[in-house]
């Protein structure tokens, strides 16, 4: 890829209480793409996602986008390139699901593209496939609804860069693949995607990267093929796991290994 | 280097897609409009219950005049010669003298408390945040008590309004300060800090009764309890104005304050600049609190009852939350200080005991739905 990139990050450092959370995190994200972080817990994911989204402050080097770093932008202009789904949605005071999409535009509020919010908002509920939760009470919503909302708000949010912070943690099946097929769906029209995933199949399945990261730093970034190697992966997440390459491209499964359940099962054979 | 223009990505191009299995339509897709009717209606049902109120109230008491009367009444002053003016001699001087400017305070101390809890409660994202509950009024309190303690007088009849704003921000900040953790509030922490406060607060005052001289002293223990008896115009042409300037500068953060309910980051994300929006949100409740606090004394409960009934009923937009609390505030004290002076013959009732009568089993009972609500404490 010879185009610049929409997003970068050069020698991020962040340490919070002595810990070093991201430790020198060079990255680059283009339009078109979806790149999955993953890694095990306490890696810094959402600590880099949260960098990203400009929530937390760096001890030292540079996220910018667009060739501006993030101190740069505006607080209003940060909201009409990149938006953000983070790992819970919560919301004080009984605000409709419809109300709570519709907050996604008020970026755009004061510009002409307000005429759209209608018509925008509505095709976000579409996609996320809540139109039918939306009068109902976001509060009373269950976790996965919740999600999906929140989803459809940063659709209607209409950014060229979409951060989400394990969108599908609480969602089923069906949700988990239609979150991220519309996320990849938006790559067509020019977004890049950052999505922090712990579910390693969904990520073969949908990034076009993987950066995997491990202590604070990128352990190894690349293709699906490239990354999710099961010595790769054992060593990373400290327990077996085996890589399965579906026939037909059906796509990678990542699974854990699963030894010791066999060895309760001897002793308690033994002990009956 | 000027950034380009920055333009939405039309989510047009993508929405489409083969696999969409297509939704049954929602029925009720007016739900905006709708609702939007609603808070108008209700809106101009309570500005018309304000002004009924008013003329009614104005017409209770030792001397009875109907509302009729005093209608015309005002007419007369603006210059209507309409309806059959009251016919006791006193009635002009009782009324424009005493109860007008006792009447237009109430109005305006209700519509401050009323909108300094919807300030607060958005700010904090909570129900339950009240400037009487979390200490505000009784920080504003203490530092009006100090300055008619010690006669200070820097800035005239607006001394004792700006302490009493001052304490205001002093302790918002201080709440704001200490209860917010990760950017939230916990009902717990909210809660303890504004004991924490009132208990200062407390101190402060019960130390300036103890010091000042029986006429301060008198002052202080009327004004700790809530009253409006003795408004005098004067008084109205500080709180009025000022009052209505603060509303009027809230107005313009009502969007931001709906995005705020999403959390700080999430409006951060969305354009807002939450720290600036609660350093002018703390500024705006001390003036409107410490504002109805230098003048009616320390009326606890109308922040916390008024906007939680308008939220049930209307939603909880901001927009429309505001005025109609505005409104509410004003009634609901209206309706307080009426009987405050007429339920006992000859007495003026305090009147922040009578909100405290209906305002604190009502906050018991908001604790506990809150609690059932969120789950717990948190």
């Known amino acids: 890829m010879t185009a610049k990139p929409l997003l970068q990050s050069r020698g991020a450092r962040l340490s919070l209480s002595g810990q070093n959370v991201l430790d020198d995190i060079d990255f680059d994200l283009f339009a078109g793409e979806v790149v999955a972080l993953v890694g095990p817990n306490g890696a810094g994911k959402s600590t880099f996602l949260a960098a990203l989204s400009g929530d937390v402050k760096l001890d030292s080097g540079t996220i910018s986008i667009n060739g501006l770093t993030l101190e740069q932008w505006k607080v209003k202009d940060l909201a009409r390139l990149r938006s953000v789904q983070m790992q819970d949605s919560k919301v004080s005071f009984s605000f409709s699901a419809d109300d709570v999409v519709r907050m996604g535009r008020s970026p755009w509020t004061g510009t002409e593209f307000v005429d759209h919010d209608d018509s925008v908002v509505e095709l976000a509920k579409v996609s996320a496939e809540t139109t039918a939760l939306a009068d109902r009470s976001f509060p009373t919503l269950s976790g996965g609804e919740k999600s999906r909302v929140a989803f459809a708000r940063v659709l209607a949010q209409e950014t060229p860069l979409i951060f989400l912070d394990e969108p599908t943690a609480a969602m089923d099946i069906r949700y988990q693949e239609l979150v991220l097929s519309r996320a990849r769906e938006r790559t067509g029209a020019g977004a890049a995607v950052v999505v922090v995933l712990h579910d390693l199949s969904l990520a073969a399945a949908y990034a076009d990267r993987i950066v995997l990261l491990n202590a604070g730093s990128i352990h190894a970034s690349g293709t699906p093929r490239e990354v999710l190697q099961p010595q790769i992966l054992s060593e990373v997440y400290r327990h077996p796991v085996a890589v399965i390459d579906l026939p037909d491209s059906g796509g990678l499964v990542v699974m854990p290994l699963r030894p010791h359940l066999h060895t309760y099962q001897a002793l308690e054979e033994e002990l009956v | ?378």
């Open chain 2, 1 to 378: 280097m000027t950034p380009a223009k920055l333009l939405p990505l039309s989510l047009n191009t993508t929405a489409r897609s083969e696999n969409a299995v297509p939704e049954a339509p929602s029925t009720r897709s007016t739900g905006p409009a709708r609702r939007r009717t609603t808070s108008g209606l209700l809106i101009a049902a309570l500005g018309l219950a304000v002004i009924v109120m008013a003329l009614a109230s104005a017409g209770i008491g030792q001397m009875q005049l109907s509302p009729s009367e005093v209608l015309a009444s005002v007419l007369h002053r603006f210059g209507l010669p309409w309806g059959a003016l009251p016919e006791h001699p006193y009635a002009e001087s009782a009324l424009w003298a005493v109860r007008f400017p006792r009447v237009v305070m109430a109005i305006v101390v209700g519509a401050a408390l009323a909108c300094s809890g919807v300030l607060m409660q958005g700010v904090f994202g909570n129900p339950l945040a009240e400037p009487g509950v979390v200490g505000v009024s009784s920080g504003a309190a203490a530092f009006a008590c100090v300055v008619i303690v010690f006669g200070l007088n820097f800035f005239g009849t607006w001394t004792v309004a700006f302490a009493a704003f001052l304490g205001g921000l002093v302790a918002t900040a201080l709440v704001y300060a200490t209860a917010r953790s990760g950017g939230r509030t916990e009902v717990v922490t909210l809660v303890l800090t504004g004991v924490a406060i009132n208990a200062v607060g407390g101190a402060v005052i019960a130390l300036m009764t103890f010091l000042g001289d029986n006429s301060s002293r008198e002052e202080i223990i009327f004004w700790q309890l809530g009253s409006l008896n003795g408004t005098r115009w004067d008084n109205v042409f500080v709180a009025g104005p000022v009052t209505i300037i603060g509303i009027a500068l809230a107005f313009f953060l009502t969007h931001k304050l709906d995005l705020l309910a999403l959390g700080e980051r999430p409006a951060r994300h969305l354009g807002v600049d939450v720290e600036r929006l609660r350093i002018q949100v703390i500024i705006i409740v001390a003036i409107l609190t410490g504002v109805a606090v230098a003048f009616a004394g320390i009326i606890g409960f109308v922040g916390l009852v008024v906007p939680h009934i308008l939220r049930m009923a209307m939603g909880p937009g901001h927009k429309a939350l505001l005025p109609a609390s505005a409104l509410g505030g004003a009634l609901l004290l209206l309706a307080a200080d009426t009987s405050a002076r007429t339920l006992v013959p000859n007495a003026d009732l305090p009147i922040g005991m009578l909100t405290a009568l209906v305002g604190g089993p009502f906050f018991f009972w908001l604790i506990r739905r809150t609690r059932k609500h969120d789950g717990g404490w948190s």
